[in-house]
Every structure is written in C-alpha cells, then in structure tokens.
C-alpha cells in the first residue's frame, strides 16, 4: 500500500475525482488538473515513458480553459473530457498498433456533449447528446451493440438501436455493456421497443409485491442475451 500525501504548499484544491485501469490511476483536482502514475506502458500515463510511483500533473490540462471535468481509465489507456467538452485520449485500445503517449483529442467527438463514458477491455462506450456511441478493436463479443456480424469497430459509430435515446450513465465490463436510459418524454418511449432483459424467470406465484418499480430502463448489451 503507498500514501499519497497532500503538497502542504496546495491550500485550494482537493481530489474531486479518481479513475483506475489496470495499472495506473487518475485524479482529477478541484482546479481541474489531471495527474498520473502507475505503469507507463503504451503511454497510458499521458506523459513520458518512465513509471511513476507518485502522481504526476499531466501538463496539458494545466492551462486556462484547458482544465478537465471529467476523467476515465481503461485497461491500457486513459479518457479526459475538457472543461469545454472536448473527449481527449492517451495509451493505446489495440496494443498491437501504435500508441498515444500523450493527450489528443478524438476527433470524430468533437462537436459531442459527452454525458458519461465507459471502458473494457479494449472497447469504449459513450454516451453524447442523445446518443450511445463505442468503438473497439476486435475480438468483440457483442459490448458495442453493433449486431452479431459486428466484429470490429476502429473508429466511433452510433449504436443505431439506440438511437434518438437518451444514455445517462453507461457502463461497460469485459465483454458487455449496460446503459441506463431516462424515459421521460414521448421520443424517449422509443425505450419500450427494445427487448426487454430478464436474467431471471418470474415467480410462479406470480407475487409481484417484491417488484421495484424503475424511472429507468436498463438495457444490456452482451453475448448470449435477448
């Protein structure tokens, strides 16, 4: 276990967030800076390619307008969302190609809201203005809600089946996905479409006292469900 102590000489800020991968972590700070450390392998840590055992100021958010709101952790790579929205990117999704040893922003998500953001493995999900978006090198089996042809996806692309609904938080495992989507207005009844996910067979007393009734429907995208 290491201690990470607070710099007695910083009065005016504290962590506000936190995100780990598989060997590295990222704070977020109340003046919007992003630090580091961990393991540096495929440039996960934003900033040079040594380990670093402390945190370390990942300097590109350190200027003015240039501050973080959001920040996520895959398994070899690391997400930040700008303070003006912009999704920016550092490591590597497929270790087999070329890495990203420092910040850029993705481009194909440039003019999106990013509400929340999700890693696995090597897959990402996102949910942008009124839409569920992911990505991810292959193998796949079935996180990106593409349909069972969809096999690999470089670049990011709508999940059409949820289009026009609105994604709050998504979440996203090994090789499955979960988006929790709001139903409040008559567009957003496009919800009651899809198929529903039932992991379990209802009760065949058919006693629904124990049922809790949900704002939201929650849908699973994954192999082997329906």
Known sequence: TIFIEADPACTKCSCVD???GANHTLVLDSQKRVFSWGFSGYGRLGHAEQDEMVPRLVKLFDFPWRGASQIYAGYTCSFAVSEVGGLFFWGATNTSHESTMY???VQDLCSWRIWSLACGKSSIIVAADESTISWGPSPTFGELGKGPQ???FHAA???KTLHGIFSEPVAMGYSHSLVIARDESETEKEIKKLPEYNPEPSHASGDSS???PLAAAVISMC????
Do not use: L, W, Y
């Not at 192999?223 to 329906?226: E, L």
């Open 18 to 20: 936190v995100a780990c």
């Open 103 to 105: 910040p850029k922003a």
């Open 223 to 226: 192999t082997g469900t329906s």
């Open 157 to 159: 692309q709508e999940v």
């Open 150 to 152: 969809a096999q690999v």
């Open 210 to 212: 124990d049922s809790i």
